[in-house]
């Protein structure tokens, strides 16, 4: 009986060529987009550029428009460095505070059941609803000289503390929340009955899924820190060098028609928000990537 070679059509009976065309084809599929995805890309791009990339480029030019010199001597000044210092560590310290106590809060609304949850969930929006100016009366009302707790910080350094803590709580807890509920619990188990401790499958396990959503929420809890104005303007009394923030300063330089000075102490809140967005985003890779 003749025995008849059957020649397989499959790319691995060629190496030389067929696996390389395929991964030329599968790169090109990869990398390339269609008229839809263009299209879309380009709209989306377009959008983009209108509402940020346009205004954060004109508040830029503005700040630079008196040269290095002059923008110097405007964001060093005694009353702008103290607004902007002032600003910018209130907001630290108040995104630190975020960091724990609104991860605390997503896991209790998470992994816990008690009496008055379904409040609780809903009362933690209520800074995201109110008015920022609203959210300043409600504070003088609680905080302010007619306090019924009997507690008046009006016009020092933790009105601007507690008018910050208010506005950002929401932030990491509703960020972390839904990435809480989605997570396993089949790694932590598992860990658990390899005798890993408590701790330990927190800082191996749960903390690592949850490092994006923490630095998502610590970073928009400090950029709205930095930028607040509303809920500040009736407490912390805008002492000069002593419950000034930046944002009052450069509604001051506006309403004296000093454009350019806005313009400079706006451009130091970009840049320092910047780099503590990306500060956040290398913390949290390395976060995870510990816990991979």
């Known amino acids: 009986m003749t025995s008849v070679a059957v020649q397989d059509p499959s790319p691995v009976g060629n190496p030389g060529t ?24 380009g709209v989306a791009l377009t959008w983009f550029s209108v509402l940020v990339l346009i205004p954060l480029s004109a508040v830029i030019i503005t700040a630079s428009g008196g040269g290095w ?19 910018v560590t209130q907001a630290a310290v ?32 209520v800074p995201f609803a109110l008015p920022t100016i609203v959210a300043g009366l409600v504070l003088l009302s609680l905080y302010g000289p007619q306090s ?17 803590a208010f506005v950002t709580l ?27 401790g408590r701790l330990t499958i927190f800082r191996r396990v749960i903390l690592p899924a949850l490092a994006p959503a923490i630095a998502a929420g610590a970073a928009l809890s400090f950029a709205r820190g930095i930028s607040e104005y509303g809920s500040l303007v009736l407490l912390s009394g805008n002492l000069p ?45 390395r976060v995870a990537r510990r816990g991979a």
Request: charged residues 15%.
């Open 94 to 125: 108040v995104t630190l505070l975020n960091v724990v106590m609104g991860t605390a809060l997503a896991w209790v609304l998470v992994r816990d059941r008690f009496w008055g949850k379904r409040a609780l969930d809903v009362v933690i929006d």
């Open 69 to 87: 010199s002059e923008f110097w001597s405007i964001v060093t000044s005694t009353q702008t460095a103290s607004a902007i210092r002032l600003t």
């Open 148 to 164: 019924p707790l009997g507690v008046n910080v009006a016009s020092t350094r933790w009105a601007v503390f507690l008018a910050l």
């Open 241 to 285: 060098n002593r419950t000034e923030v930046a944002s009052v300063r450069v509604v001051a330089y506006l309403e004296n028609g000093n454009q350019a000075a806005a313009a400079s102490v706006a451009a130091i809140l970009l840049v320092v928000a910047l780099v503590v967005i990306v500060g956040l985003d290398l913390i949290q890779r």
């Open 170 to 196: 929401p932030f990491v807890v509703r960020t972390t929340q839904p990435v809480l509920e989605a997570l396993e619990r089949d790694a932590e188990e598992a860990a658990a009955s390899l005798g890993a």
């Open 18 to 41: 067929a696996p390389g065309a395929a991964r030329k084809r599968r790169a090109r599929s990869v990398g390339s987009l269609g008229g839809p995805s263009t299209l879309g890309l």
